[in-house]
């Protein structure tokens, strides 16, 4: 028996123990932050939709003050559970200056898919959002900032493949943005709330290693899993707050703090315990650091005059544009690309005509992306 299926039957295991033990998945309800602490998360978390007044600054100071003051492990930090689920911490630094970070995340010429490849297929800003109309307030900032700087804004985002069952989902996001002050450093804190569940998880794949950015979409519901590829499986929660705070006032760092809480399965079951959100915060963080470090990265005005190129095109052209893509997957057969869900969208170098306007796109995104940073094999790259 092959290698690739004991690995699957394994994680068929482990999933079908979770949803045996469905106390396990609900991991530790009460946290280990103080209740002042809890309450400015809770407060963030429903000022999140648009129309909401601007947090307070007790409750801006109040995550802040932990975010910057923090001695324990971040495995050792735990936000007490949520309508959204477990709650879960992350802590890493990254060697870009802030500035040049908010340029790039709150820019709404620039697609999310090209600074957080590995953990979104594509995002979009909804009609109607603030940040349409007043990101310059943020990006274009004295730092630190006299006041507190807000905005919103609904996103439409799409995942990339999960990387145990395979599953990518779609949703939208409230979606809030604090810029502000803390004795003398600036600090980005960006909310997003999941207001409703998402739509039921399609099956995909991850070709090769994932930070290759290459993944494959099909329409067809289930998950890749062993015996579970029945399950129809929904994201039920999602909510996170995320602090970009310079290391020190002007340096070349910023110190990366994430309070994750999610909840997800199928039938209302929730199989999500903290390590598998923690390692969803990995992925995130590793995506936006291959991207954010590189010596390479294209400059934020090139980003932006791409995907306008890139909008431009009709659909003969963005297909044209992904031709030696579609060659390239239709050669992968690694499971589980073998399997007919899959053959069906690659054979014959078909994949890119399965692909929406929107989606065709943000593929090309990547490629563009993965070009510039010097990461695309020849064997993948478009025409």
Not at 242 to 270: L, Q, R, T
């Amino acid at each position: 028996m092959p290698l690739s299926i004991f690995k699957r039957l394994f994680i068929c295991f482990c999933f079908a123990l979770l949803t045996a033990l469905p106390a396990q998945a609900e991991e530790q309800k009460n946290g280990t932050l103080p209740p002042a602490l809890e309450t400015a998360l809770s407060t963030l978390l429903a000022d999140a939709p648009q129309g909401k007044a601007a947090p307070d600054a007790a409750t801006v100071n109040a995550v802040l003050d932990f975010v910057a003051t923090n001695k324990q492990a971040a495995n050792k930090v735990r936000p007490e559970a949520r309508p959204q689920g477990s709650g879960a911490y992350l802590k890493e630094t990254l060697n870009v200056p802030l500035r040049k970070l908010v340029e790039y995340m709150l820019d709404p010429s620039i697609p999310g898919e090209a600074i957080y490849p590995s953990a979104v297929r594509r995002n979009a800003w909804m009609p109607g959002s603030p940040i349409l109309k007043d990101n310059a307030a943020l990006t274009d900032a004295a730092y630190p900032p006299a006041a507190p700087i807000v905005t919103r804004g609904v996103e439409y985002e799409e995942t990339t493949p999960d990387t145990s069952s395979g599953c990518y989902y779609s949703y939208k996001l409230n979606r809030l943005f604090v810029l502000a002050d803390y004795k003398g450093r600036t600090a980005l804190i960006s909310v997003s709330v999941m207001p409703g569940q998402s739509s039921v998880g399609l099956r995909g794949a991850i070709v090769g290693n994932d930070k290759d950015w290459t993944y494959v979409y099909t329409p067809e519901k289930g998950t890749n899993l062993a015996m579970l590829g029945w399950a129809e499986t929904y994201l039920y929660g999602s909510a996170s707050i995320s602090v970009f705070m310079e290391s020190a006032p002007g340096s070349g760092k910023v110190d990366v703090s994430i309070f994750k809480w999610a909840k997800a399965g199928w039938k209302g079951s929730n199989v999500v315990k903290v390590s598998h959100i923690t390692a969803g915060l990995k992925r995130f963080t590793s995506g936006l650091r291959q991207v954010m470090e590189s010596p390479r990265l294209p400059s934020s005005d090139a980003i932006a005059a791409k995907y306008s190129e890139l909008k431009a095109m009709n659909d003969t052209e963005l297909r044209a544009q992904l031709s030696s893509f579609g060659t390239h997957l239709a050669k992968q057969n690694a499971d589980p690309l073998d399997e007919k869900a899959f053959r069906t969208v690659l054979d014959n170098g078909a994949y890119p005509g399965t692909l929406k306007r929107d989606d065709a796109i943000a593929e090309l995104m990547k490629l563009y992306m993965r070009q510039q940073l010097g990461t695309l094999p020849a064997a993948v790259a478009r025409n």
